[in-house]
């Protein structure tokens, strides 16, 4: 069984200042995990993707995110938030083998201050 | 241009009054499914079809129904809808089952039932 949790609903950062949205997944097979973003009213754009390749793995829009397995983490970062970053993010699973359904985490609204 | 189109956008219907949203891709992709948003919870995969004729249930599967006759698109029918499915739909698709291949999303279709 596959599942995923994202740790904060929530989370509030100031301009220019790091970010962090935390994943954490359950899978019984080697996972491929995905973090998209989503704006306001708009639909669902890759951010990036993880597929048994390097560990960390970089994005669009300066996001990076690091595959740790002993921790079944896959943490999303950004050195430095800038406004237009102000969205919903959803970190998704999809088992390697067994089946052919990708489950969502319920997201994390980033708010980013001026 | 690549895309994932959805219509209607936007629906308002009473309850037991039979809808279909349709999906159509034109990046002859092989994998389509279809996903519900509602606050909280994220997006839960309703179905999905891995090629033409080959369909399952996601995780939420109950008062749906989908076909796949032609690759490009990947209709979804609500027989009898109730309150309980108001909720932002969007309709997705991949280039082959692989747990590599990143899915790409259409504009969604808001649906409230009356």
């Known amino acids: 069984a596959q599942s995923v949790t994202q740790l904060d609903s929530h989370v509030s950062v100031s301009e220019g200042t790091p970010v962090l949205l935390r994943c954490n997944y359950s899978s019984s097979y080697s996972p491929s995990l995905f973090w998209y973003v989503q704006h306001p009213n708009k639909g669902l754009q890759l951010l990036l993707k993880y597929t048994s390749a390097a560990t960390l793995v970089k994005g669009i829009n300066g996001f990076e995110a690091e595959f740790k397995k002993s921790e079944t983490s896959f943490h999303l970062t950004k050195p430095s938030a800038h406004m237009s970053d102000a969205a919903e993010y959803f970190c998704v699973v999809r088992a390697i083998s067994g089946t052919y359904k990708y489950i969502f985490g319920t997201g994390t609204r980033l708010k980013v201050l001026a | 241009e690549a895309q994932v189109t959805q219509n209607p956008r936007y629906l308002i219907t009473v309850t037991g009054k039979k809808l279909t949203v349709t999906c159509s891709q034109n990046m002859n992709h092989e994998y389509m499914s279809w996903y519900r948003q509602d606050p909280g919870l994220g997006l839960r995969q309703i179905y999905y079809s891995m090629n033409v004729e080959v369909t399952d249930k996601g995780d939420v599967p109950e008062g749906y129904k989908v076909s796949r006759k032609e690759k490009r698109n990947f209709p979804l029918i609500l027989e009898s809808p109730s309150p309980n499915q108001t909720s932002l739909y969007f309709c997705?698709?991949?280039?082959?089952?692989?747990?590599?291949?990143?899915?790409?999303f259409g504009p969604g279709t808001r649906l409230t039932v009356l």
């Open positions: 997705a698709s991949s280039l082959g089952t692989s747990p590599g291949n990143e899915q790409f």
